[in-house]
């Protein structure tokens, strides 16, 4: 069985953060699920396959989707937010020591409209 590395959602914006933060953890992430309210990043479920997604531990709704850009280079409005090599894809508003990432419509699409 091979060894497979989650990409955290921690250590893609700890890439955001200014020069001399201390490292942000999945617990200091926190999102406002639609179904159960506010969830911390380290109490979902989170699956690793092509993509990281992390899940609301309690009623399974994807909150946020950690992958590569995309390989035609052209962005998808409204599907999420580029930090230097991934895509971070927040169905939801991210909040991490007061500051917040606004949510992107278009995070769960498959598909570009238009």
């Known amino acids: 069985m091979a060894d497979t590395t989650v990409i955290r959602a921690c250590d893609v914006l700890n890439q955001a953060l200014p020069p001399g933060s201390p490292p942000l953890s999945d617990n200091e992430i926190s999102e406002d ?26 009623c399974g709704n994807p909150l946020l989707i950690i992958g590569a850009t ?37 995070a769960l699409d498959i598909s570009r409209k238009g």
């Open 70 to 106: 995309n390989p035609d280079g052209k962005p998808w409005p409204g599907r999420g937010y580029r930090l230097k090599d991934f895509a971070v894809r927040n169905a939801v508003d991210l909040r991490f020591r007061g500051m917040i990432i606004p949510r992107s419509p278009a």
């Open 33 to 58: 699920c639609q179904t159960c309210g506010e969830v911390s990043l380290s109490s979902c479920s989170v699956r690793q396959a092509v993509e990281t997604t992390y899940s609301c531990g309690k």
